[in-house]
């Protein structure tokens, strides 16, 4: 089990889902050619518009590039071309970009992400009345894109609706050599088709592609600086954007922080506790209301939940109506169960999904499951998160194999999480069996020369913990943090803090910092 790093929940996921492409899995790579709009330039000239190349002349044909915006479906839309190898950039692919123009007098471009990875940027701009404010929406053009990969830019599928049902619906806890051996077999099954169907692209979906590419839709866009509202993975894009060209950073916020110099066991085990914590603080929740059915303390709901996800691995709960699945595993429970930690909103819906499931009813649970997965109830999926998450992740930070060592990491992650630990522990292996490699690791990023980068932390953050926020502000050179004390994942336009909000659209509209220690 992989957990994805996306706000696309709750209201904004409607405007998400809706209108979705339909993925292929053929990627259709381009030769790289110079139109007419695209004029050539030398790579070290800047235009007053701030549209330079970095310093190579093979990327001049892509940052001389001009957006040809067309109306589409509520939005504008455009198509950007970026090279798929940027060591060898003559193919190229077209990156889709949304932007919903400015309600009032225009003062900036707001670039967004929604993280993933795997999240639809194209959509989540689109969504724009729905995660930023109105001073924010009234002053700003919008825009968000689908990055290399995701959803309508050449998406990388690496296996049909229902091989993903079952990949997705697996024991995520194997026990035994005999289980663990079948999650390596599955796990190298997956990564053999995604090989042979995704084609070239599957080696250059790294953030570090993403990042390159966002600056050649700042170029694109006409804009000296990047504005950069970054949330949950899409702070890791940011992060690494703002170490490759610091001196290209505008108002940036980087809320629900990933951080690049985490390894894979720091990213599962860090995730592995903030789950744990976020569904201690749900329990806590449910006993405070009276009647949960977890019981009527915190130590013993967690360990019923715990029990009910181990008794599905032998007694799986029916379902129906949810195409080829017709049993709600322990591999289906856990997505469910954790995707109601992402908003406390989705708490009450958990609690009547877990009376009806100890009554031997499976539905609501997995209604859940497929509202994480972004899967539809007839067995059709809304997009490809679920399929290149691991494309982007173990081209990142990598994995292992070896399922000794897996099995000794689960276990020393349950003494800290006992509920998480074990599934987020063997999630990552299969980075161990994946054709591609980290070519080069994320690391530390100060940002050197950049101007002020807002980070904003959640308390008990599930997906993201309070610490990797403390940590990126603290790397950063000129990092400054705002806390939100709270539950779910992010802060920003997503928990009806006014404190926060007021606080980061002071900063993205006139640039003030809030004070060091800042805390809502």
């Known amino acids: 089990m992989r957990f994805s790093r996306t706000v696309l929940h709750g209201a904004v996921a409607i405007a998400a889902v809706s209108g979705l492409a339909a993925c292929s899995s053929t990627v259709t790579v381009q030769p790289a050619t110079t139109s007419a709009s695209q004029t050539s330039s030398t790579a070290s000239t800047a235009t007053s518009s701030g549209t330079s190349s970095p310093g190579s002349a093979d990327l001049d044909q892509y940052y001389t590039q001009k957006l040809d915006w067309?109306?589409?479906?509520?939005?504008?839309?455009?198509?950007?071309?970026?090279?798929?190898?940027?060591?060898?950039?003559?193919?190229?692919?077209?990156i889709e970009v949304s932007k919903v123009p400015a309600s009032g007098t225009k003062?900036?471009?707001?670039?967004?992400?929604?993280?993933?990875?795997?999240?639809?940027?194209?959509?989540?701009?689109?969504?724009?009345?729905?995660?930023?404010?109105?001073?924010?929406?009234?002053?700003?053009?919008?825009?968000?894109?689908?990055?290399?990969?995701?959803?309508?830019?050449?998406?990388?599928?690496?296996?049909?609706?229902?091989?993903?049902?079952?990949?997705?619906?697996?024991?995520?806890?194997?026990?035994?050599?005999?289980?663990?051996?079948?999650?390596?077999?599955?796990?190298?099954?997956?990564?053999?088709?995604?090989?042979?169907?995704?084609?070239?692209?599957?080696?250059?979906?790294?953030?570090?592609?993403?990042?390159?590419?966002?600056?050649?839709?700042?170029?694109?866009?006409?804009?000296?600086?990047?504005?950069?509202?970054?949330?949950?993975?899409?702070?890791?894009?940011?992060?690494?954007?703002?170490?490759?060209f610091p001196s290209k950073v505008g108002r940036f916020i980087l809320d629900g922080v990933v951080p690049p110099d985490i390894t894979s066991e720091q990213m599962n085990l860090g995730q592995a506790k903030?789950?744990?914590?976020?569904?201690?603080?749900?329990?806590?929740?449910?006993?405070?209301?009276?009647?949960?059915?977890?019981?009527?303390?915190?130590?013993?709901?967690?360990?019923?939940?715990?029990?009910?996800?181990?008794?599905?691995?032998?007694?799986?709960?029916?379902?129906?109506?949810?195409?080829?699945?017709?049993?709600?595993?322990?591999?289906?429970?856990?997505?469910?169960?954790?995707?109601?930690?992402?908003?406390?909103?989705?708490?009450?819906?958990?609690?009547?999904?877990?009376?009806?499931?100890?009554?031997?009813?499976?539905?609501?649970?997995?209604?859940?499951?497929?509202?994480?997965?972004?899967?539809?109830?007839?067995?059709?999926?809304?997009?490809?998160?679920?399929q290149v998450i691991n494309p982007v992740s173990c081209l990142d930070r990598g994995g292992s194999a070896d399922l000794a060592a897996t099995e000794k990491e689960a276990a020393e992650f349950a003494k800290q999480a006992p509920t998480w630990g074990p599934m987020l522990a063997w999630g990552s292996l299969v980075c161990g069996v994946w054709p591609y490699q980290p070519s080069k690791p994320l690391g530390k990023i100060t940002a050197e020369g950049s101007g002020p980068i807002l980070v904003i932390g959640t308390t008990r953050d599930p997906a993201t913990p309070y610490a990797w926020s403390q940590q990126l502000a603290a790397e950063l050179a000129d990092g400054h943090l705002l806390t939100y004390d709270g539950d779910g994942h992010t802060a920003y336009f997503s928990q009806g803090s006014s404190c926060v909000d007021n606080t980061v659209d002071a900063y993205l509209i006139n640039g003030t910092v809030p004070p060091e220690g800042k805390a809502c």
Not at 157 to 172: A, E, F, I, N, R
Not at 344 to 373: C, H, I, R
């Open 274 to 386: 903030g789950f744990e914590q976020a569904t201690r603080s749900y329990v806590s929740n449910c006993v405070a209301g009276g009647s949960c059915p977890l019981g009527s303390d915190v130590d013993s709901g967690m360990a019923k939940i715990r029990s009910f996800l181990n008794g599905l691995d032998a007694n799986p709960l029916p379902v129906s109506g949810n195409g080829d699945v017709t049993k709600l595993t322990e591999g289906w429970a856990s997505y469910g169960i954790a995707e109601a930690m992402y908003s406390k909103d989705l708490w009450p819906v958990l609690t009547d999904a877990f009376k009806s499931a100890f009554e031997g009813d499976g539905n609501p649970l997995m209604d859940l499951a497929n509202q994480y997965a972004q899967r539809n109830a007839d067995g059709s999926y809304s997009g490809n998160l679920m």
């Open 70 to 94: 067309q109306d589409c479906s509520g939005v504008q839309c455009a198509k950007l071309k970026v090279p798929v190898d940027y060591a060898n950039p003559t193919s190229s692919i077209e």
């Open 107 to 244: 003062k900036g471009t707001l670039v967004v992400n929604p993280g993933g990875p795997g999240g639809s940027g194209y959509d989540y701009a689109a969504a724009a009345d729905q995660i930023v404010s109105g001073a924010v929406r009234s002053q700003f053009d919008v825009v968000g894109f689908d990055p290399r990969g995701v959803g309508r830019s050449a998406p990388i599928t690496c296996v049909d609706d229902t091989k993903m049902d079952t990949w997705l619906g697996s024991d995520p806890t194997p026990n035994g050599t005999d289980g663990a051996q079948e999650l390596l077999t599955q796990s190298k099954q997956f990564a053999d088709s995604c090989k042979a169907k995704a084609g070239p692209l599957l080696a250059h979906v790294s953030t570090i592609d993403v990042a390159k590419d966002m600056d050649i839709l700042r170029a694109a866009l006409g804009e000296e600086k990047l504005d950069y509202l970054g949330k949950s993975y899409g702070t890791l894009i940011g992060s690494v954007y703002a170490g490759m």
